[in-house]
């Protein structure tokens, strides 16, 4: 079977990337032309949205941890591209929690962030998301050079916030919250620099074995 050449399978993933991406809003639509959403629309968006916005911050900080577990160089480009649905869902979320829930009010608004811890923690993740996704252009990481990495390590900030927001605003069930929980400690331990160099380490020593063992093989 012919293996596809690098740019065709970069077109690939990012049209994956693209349509995953967009499913949730497609289905969001849909069930709201439906009237599918319940009993509490509003609500219903909200949530959806948020819980999409986090998946996908998941899987953005889920781009480094899978290329030093697994050596995926081919996705690295995939995570600018994950970043800015992230931050798309996020407005979403923040958009339909301003205007629709709190009708733009500035009095309810003040009075919803001081008075509901996840409401001030959700802001605060994506106040931070905000520049992230400003500087994602090239032109920006050109220009802003050494300083451009430091400010968008801010994301695994915003990664912890947003997984805190969504632990603080369920109230029943926390099965869904503590996964996220699991998934991102997991992710923020791979970037740690020892853990990191052992990993490396060993997949060094599996890459090895396998040659080893190929050359024996063959004789």
């Known amino acids: 079977?012919?293996?596809?050449?690098?740019?065709?399978?970069?077109?690939?993933?990012?049209?994956?990337?693209?349509?995953?991406?967009?499913?949730?809003?497609?289905?969001?639509?849909?069930?709201?032309?439906?009237?599918?959403?319940?009993?509490?629309?509003?609500?219903?968006?909200?949530?959806?949205?948020?819980?999409?916005?986090?998946?996908?911050?998941?899987?953005?900080?889920?781009?480094?941890?899978?290329?030093?577990?697994?050596?995926?160089?081919?996705?690295?480009?995939?995570?600018?591209?994950?970043?800015?649905y992230t931050f798309l869902y996020a407005a979403l979320h923040l958009a339909i929690f301003l205007g629709l829930d709190y009708l733009l009010d500035p009095q309810l608004i003040m009075e919803a962030l001081f008075s509901k811890r996840y409401a001030l923690?959700?802001?605060?993740?994506?106040?931070?998301?905000?520049?992230?996704?400003?500087?994602?252009?090239?032109?920006?990481?050109?220009?802003?050079?050494?300083?451009?990495?430091?400010?968008?390590?801010?994301?695994?900030?915003?990664?912890v916030l947003a997984v805190l927001h969504y632990l603080l605003l369920v109230k029943n069930s926390y099965t869904e919250p503590l996964i996220f929980v699991v998934v991102l400690s997991f992710l923020l331990l791979t970037r740690v620099k020892p853990i990191r160099k052992t990993i490396l380490q060993w997949r060094r020593n599996v890459e090895n074995w396998r040659v080893r063992r190929s050359l024996v093989t063959k004789q």
């Open 1 to 84: 079977m012919k293996r596809l050449d690098k740019k065709t399978l970069q077109r690939l993933l990012k049209l994956t990337v693209h349509v995953g991406a967009l499913i949730p809003l497609a289905l969001i639509i849909w069930d709201y032309t439906q009237g599918n959403l319940g009993a509490e629309p509003i609500r219903e968006i909200t949530l959806r949205t948020g819980k999409t916005a986090i998946v996908l911050l998941m899987l953005t900080l889920a781009i480094t941890p899978a290329h030093i577990w697994l050596g995926w160089k081919q996705i690295i480009p995939l995570r600018r591209l994950l970043g800015l």
């Open 121 to 159: 923690i959700g802001l605060a993740a994506f106040l931070i998301m905000l520049p992230l996704a400003i500087t994602s252009t090239r032109s920006a990481m050109r220009k802003m050079g050494k300083k451009w990495k430091s400010l968008h390590k801010w994301v695994y900030v915003a990664g």
